[in-house]
């Protein structure tokens, strides 16, 4: 007897395994930055239960316009980190940007003009690390140790030491420094656009990738075709760059150049931003967006401590042990061995 076999019933699909919500989230936000922000959300409300004023619009201003100049700094000092590099030097860029802006507008009686020469100041201080750190072939702490003195005794020599020429009649350094767009100060917003745009270079672009590529492993990425000698010299000009837009707006805040005053500790503020918000200091790793976060905690913390009538001199102990606790938990993340301790 002849049987017939039924025909096989058509297999259904696997069903696609879609992420939990939260995880989802995670892994937009990351992990390294939704810790960030339950430690910020953390301080403001420790600092707010202690004096309710730290809620103000007002003082959450006053936050937002006293960490824009660092902030600004710590987006481009994360650039250079990235690359496995760092920048010593952008304080004192800044300060010589603040001066030579002041001094030519002084002169000239022209904002543009003090701008724009205050900008190409920028980008020739971040030309000459570029080259020194690869023509030189000396290691990037010791070149921008290096301009980092020569800059600061620069702008004090050409400004004898004092603020110089008075901006706080022109019309373009007044609403730099006390203009807002849909009720957010310019020197806010200025923060925002720089961040945003290197986010969107560091994260859309093969500019961005090598960077990455080059901190997280030379070697590999010169063999993939990077021109290494290329980036290096890139970053630091824009560094420089942003640096002096820093300088201009540290000018228009302060209505004079300003050799030292209000850019002296940038270099280490800034630093300690990028390591704070993820990024290594081997290079490779991290990102703007906790960079921004880091600044914010920073500007929180100077600010709480401020409105509690706390001894400023803890400002600055409490900036190094946040650079500490950051170093120390990258080494962990990291499992680096301890010096002179076997693995």
């Not at 300003?258 to 991290?286: C, Y």
Request: hydrophobic residues 50%; aromatic residues 4%; proline residues 3%.
């Amino acid at each position: 007897m002849t049987t017939t076999e039924s025909p096989a019933a058509p297999s259904r699909p696997d069903p696609v395994l879609r992420p939990h919500p939260l995880r989802r989230t995670l892994d937009v936000i990351g992990v390294q930055n939704l810790s960030l922000i339950i430690a910020l959300i953390a301080l403001c409300a420790v600092i707010g239960s202690q004096n309710t004023n730290f809620f103000l619009v007002s003082n959450i201003k006053t936050i937002g316009t006293t960490v824009s100049i660092v902030g600004i700094i710590a987006v481009v000092q994360t650039v250079v980190m990235l690359l496995g590099g760092l920048d010593i030097s952008v304080g004192s860029a800044a300060g010589l940007t603040s001066v030579a802006s002041a001094m030519v507008f002084t002169s000239a009686s022209s904002a543009a003009l003090g701008i724009l020469v205050g900008l190409l100041v920028g980008i020739g201080v971040g030309l000459l690390n570029g080259m020194v750190i690869v023509y030189g072939r000396v290691n990037a702490v010791i070149a921008t140790l290096a301009t980092y003195a020569a800059l600061r005794g620069l702008a004090n020599l050409i400004s004898n030491g004092r603020a110089q020429g008075y901006t706080g009649t022109d019309s373009t350094f007044i609403f730099l420094a006390q203009g807002s767009v849909l009720g957010i100060p310019i020197l806010i917003w200025v923060l925002i656009v720089v961040a945003l745009l290197v986010h969107l270079m560091l994260r859309y672009t093969d500019i961005g990738r090598n960077i990455y590529a080059t901190g997280g492993n030379p070697t590999a990425a010169r063999l993939a075709g990077i021109n290494l000698n290329r980036y290096v010299i890139g970053c630091y000009i824009l560094a420089g760059f942003v640096a002096a837009i820093a300088g201009i707006l540290l000018t228009a805040r302060t209505g004079s150049g300003q050799p030292t005053s209000g850019s002296q500790g940038l270099e280490l503020q800034s630093i300690t931003a990028a390591a704070l918000g993820g990024v290594a200091l081997q290079g490779g790793k991290g990102g703007i967006t906790g960079t921004v976060i880091a600044v914010l905690m920073l500007g929180v913390l100077q600010n709480g401590l401020t409105i509690l009538n706390v001894n400023s001199f803890w400002q600055d102990i409490a900036q190094g042990a946040l650079l500490v606790v950051a170093v120390v938990i990258q080494q962990r993340r990291g499992k680096l061995r301890a010096y002179g301790l076997p693995r």
